[in-house]
């Protein structure tokens, strides 16, 4: 391996990579760190990849990408850039992140994919041990195909690595009942910033565990996870409701994460959307349909309508043994008292994998268009049941009434679903929170609504307009730049706990640098 970074550093000329090159006391250079780094895996000096992300908005250089075959690989990595008072270290999974987060410039990305994909279930059925690099649609599709049980809560796009969404929280419409991806984990292996490999729990090392878990990455790199099992079913029905009108929206979403008149008529899935009202194929009207075939009649939409409609989105689960009039019936009656617009109610029935995977047939036709590989300027917030009706007004009926080019997710969730000890940031007040996702999936100016930077000054604009407005609100997949005033406002009470526990888990700052929420060598504040 020595040879082989010789001759990379010969070619790429190291004066490139000046920090690298400070005469410390490992001989001055980049060179001596690699010497006795016995890996497993292996070092790839062809490092675009690692220096991009989903979000494609900004881009790195890393010094290497390392390709390890064992937690222990990982340890010998973090342990060599604490060698180094400048080397730093990221986990890349599926490299979805909006922001570079998952990026380390002129350090060190690991690859998290490379490690042999592991999903074992356990012979009792109640819990399955995963891979930090393992996908969810692997877990998904294993632990149904061959076992009939599923994971409890789930993420909508499963394209992503186990590791990653632990490390900020994994939502989707599940989360009302099961919470967060975060509260279905009962163990995990971690190798902390100090490179130790360590296995923690509510009871064992249980400030490491609840540390890691929607920790950003910044204590710790996952790499295995114990997940809770159930029963999974055989069928979904896939329906969708449209309103008109905010208030009854809101009403009817918060009614049904909270109980839904009981819990034998609840829904196991809910979520929701705000849409245009208008015909516009992406923004517009067709977006509310299931399939394209499935019709929408606009006149059913009452003349007191604004600019913006909403959706609900909801889902029941049965098995084959279930006689389909009974599962008609009990449907109705838990459709029947909602205050969602008649004649705008689509449906679908369609087996369980399929409806965990509907967004793989998203991806494959965003793919084949190529909006996939177009620039993402996502944001995501949480933001409190107190302001939600206020930020519609200021937010989805003005700023974007003509929509962003892709979905614009809302939905409700369970503050009590939550456990405060994880590193997760929620909204201050109140039991119920909704996440907002402004999921732009369209290429910029001139074929979108607007250039990349104009989304980017758009999402900047509606944060700026929450903190003016006075909305109880914080980032979900948090980005604040160089920004560490962003930082501590964003952790709020919660940042001595979050320094404290950088201190004890990584207190070299070499994990996670992306994020910018810590120098390398920092000094808690």
Known sequence: ??????????????ESMPELDSGEEDGGGVLPLFKGLELQGTVDFDTAAGGKDFGDLQSSQPLAMIRPASSEDVARVIKLASRSPHLTVAAQGNRHS????????????????????????D?????VDVSGGALWEEVLKRCVSDHGLAPRSWTDYLGLTVGGTLSNAGVSGQAFRYGPQTENVTELEVV????????CS???????????????????????????????????RWIRLVYSEFSDFTTDAEFLVSGGGGTSDSFDYVEGFAFVNSDDPVNGWPSAQLHPGHPFDPTHIPPSAGPVLYCLELALHYNNHHRRSAVDKRLERMVGVLRYCRGLRVESELSYVEFLLRVKRAEEEAKASG????????????????HIALFDAVVFKNILKHGIGGPMLLYPMLRSKWDNRKSVILPAEGEIFYLVGLLRFSFPYPKG?????????????????????????????PHYGDSKEGWRQHFGNQWTRFQQRKASFDPRAILAPGLKIFSRNWQPS
Not at 220 to 226: E, K, M, N, P, S
Not at 371 to 378: L, N, Q, V, Y
Not at 453 to 465: G, K, L, Y
């Open 371 to 386: 909006i996939w590989d177009a620039p993402h300027a996502w944001l995501n917030l949480f933001v409190s049941k107190a």
């Open 192 to 199: 902390t910033g100090n490179g130790d490999v360590l296995v």
């Open 98 to 121: 909006i922001n570079g987060q998952a990026m380390a410039h002129q350090g060190l990305v690991i690859d998290m994919k490379s490690m042999e994909t592991r999903i074992q279930v």
């Open 202 to 236: 509510p009871n064992q090392n249980s400030e490491l565990f609840f540390s890691v878990l929607g920790g950003l990455g910044q204590f710790g790199i996952i790499t295995r996870a114990r997940i809770l099992l159930q029963p999974a079913p055989d069928m979904v």
């Open 123 to 127: 012979p009792s059925g109640s819990h």
């Open 1 to 14: 391996m020595i040879a082989y970074i010789e001759r990379f550093v010969h070619e790429n000329e190291v």
């Open 449 to 477: 609504l607007l250039s990349v930077d104009e989304m980017i000054s758009q999402n900047q604009e509606i944060v700026e307009i929450c903190k003016r407005k006075g909305i109880d609100f914080k980032l979900y997949l």
